[in-house]
């Protein structure tokens, strides 16, 4: 499957299956922006909220894998549009083997070449929700692409450093022991070159049908006994153990990457166009700072050194902000993410998207490692949930939750949409608070809940 495919079959064309397999699909003589829905595992969820912010979720009648629970609040109050998005399926990988002919038939029916995952993923747009949208059909396909090229390497121990098998090299098996390559990384690097992949999707596709705007995503691959939770934005993934709270994910923000950031500019002065300042001072520098010498850091530290301010240092900051007012440019307060191609500071010319990476934080949980237990869940929520409450709370309210309603077989479900009602809050009067008093979350909300005792071992 290759970003042409993908093209082909979103804009309408025929499109032929990875396998040589035809697929018929209406013809449509324009691109057509993505048009806006709810999850595809929603039932009647193609309108515009208006008004209230309701809790919804996937109900029993289209159960999800593993049994998992999902539920989104909309904030109707901050853009018309949801511009959160998520996607779960299966994923089957197809296993050949070097330079046999393939019979699709036989294929089709020994299910001993088919290697099966699970995946579950949130996608939260900003300037939109059309990234979000081509994000959530597509990144799959881009993973299981992604898998059956290296499916000769992942069932292997060691891969092998030819995936035909040769050993062109005597030393080639030393050099994979020795580089400590196992069978997770070459999944790890297909979870890279799959949003890579995906990025270059939504940029062509964008582009096509004049349309602007990225999303970040978070993706949770269960596959070969382990589960890859890819994180490229300010999502999070937390694993609620019986004893422990392990975190599958950390969030990209212009702070938290500020080091890389500065890097680049450094590396590429010309893509801040003289209108920024790679260097961090404590504040905006004024024109009285001049000849002083304040607190700055730049790319290669992690401590804070005293620099005497120039003229230039007066200009606007690459990484401005602190905490969830910390913007890239003045722009983006996420610094990885899908899409933005289009994305420019306002009134310049500079591009934001050399700054924003579309590839993730990868982190493996072996569950041969880990007696998993009845209660034990994965949480993957948007921020705008872990803007409110933290892991420890929502790691509190999870186990608290199952023990009470062990008989419930709905209850992933429904812890899913307590989880999203609670940072809701309730409304009093023109504001939404939380049961403390505090101001509830004001973004769209979105949680997966994925029961870990009931997962489905793969082939």
């Not at 098996?173 to 070159?193: M, R, S």
């Not at 429904?414 to 999203?420: D, G, N, V």
Request: hydrophobic content about 35%; proline content about 6%; glycine content about 8%.
């Amino acid at each position: 499957m290759s970003v042409e495919w993908l093209r082909r079959l979103r804009r309408g064309g025929p499109a032929e299956r990875p396998g040589g397999a035809r697929e018929s699909v209406p013809r449509s003589p324009q691109p057509a922006p993505p048009r806006y829905r709810r999850p595809k595992f929603l039932r009647g969820g193609e309108e515009s909220p208006r008004g209230g912010r309701a809790v919804r979720g996937a109900g029993p009648e289209r159960p999800l894998p593993w049994g998992s629970g999902y539920a989104e609040v909309i904030n109707a109050e901050k853009s018309e549009f949801n511009e959160d998005q998520a996607a779960c399926c299966q994923i089957s990988v197809r296993r050949r083997e070097p330079g046999l002919e393939e019979d699709q038939e036989w294929l089709i029916l020994c299910s001993t070449q088919f290697l099966t995952g699970y995946y579950w993923a949130l996608f939260d747009g900003h300037g939109g929700p059309e990234a979000a949208i081509i994000a959530s059909d597509y990144l799959h396909y881009c993973i299981k692409q992604k898998l059956e090229e290296v499916a000769g390497a992942i069932v292997e121990a060691r891969p092998p450093m030819h995936l035909s098998g040769r050993c062109v090299c005597d030393s080639d098996p030393q050099f994979v022991e020795e580089k400590h390559i196992h069978a997770e990384d070459v999944v790890v690097g297909a979870l890279e070159n799959a949003f890579q992949e995906c990025d270059e999707v939504i940029g062509q596709e964008m582009e096509a049908t004049k349309q602007t705007g990225g999303c970040t995503a978070l993706a949770a691959l269960y596959f070969q006994g382990k589960l890859y939770v890819a994180n490229a934005g300010d999502s999070r993934a937390i694993l609620v153990l019986k004893d422990t709270i392990v975190p599958m994910s950390s969030e990209f923000t212009p702070e938290t990457e500020r080091q890389r950031l500065q890097h680049l500019a450094f590396l590429f002065p010309k893509l801040l166009d003289g209108e920024f300042t790679r260097f961090e001072f404590p504040r905006r520098l004024k024109g009285d700072d001049v000849g002083q010498k304040v607190l700055y850091r730049d790319y290669f530290m992690e401590g804070w050194g005293y620099k005497l301010v120039e003229k230039a240092d007066l200009k606007y900051p690459l990484v401005h902000g602190h905490g969830k007012q910390a913007r890239l440019l003045g722009t983006l307060s996420v610094s990885r993410g899908l899409g933005d191609h289009q994305l420019k500071v306002i009134d310049t010319n500079i591009e934001v998207k050399p700054f924003l990476s579309c590839i993730p934080k990868v982190n493996v949980f072996d569950f041969a490692l880990h007696d998993i237990k009845e209660d034990d869940v994965l949480i993957m929520a948007t921020d705008g949930l872990w803007d409110v409450l933290c892991n420890e709370e929502v790691a509190h309210m999870a186990r608290s939750f199952l023990a009470d309603n062990r008989t419930n077989p709905q209850r992933f479900s429904e812890l899913a949409k307590s989880l999203a009602c609670r940072a809701r809050g309730k409304k009093r009067g023109h504001q939404w608070m939380l049961d403390d008093s505090q101001e509830a979350s004001y973004d769209d909300i979105s949680v997966f809940v994925i029961p870990l005792h009931n997962r489905v071992e793969d082939s």
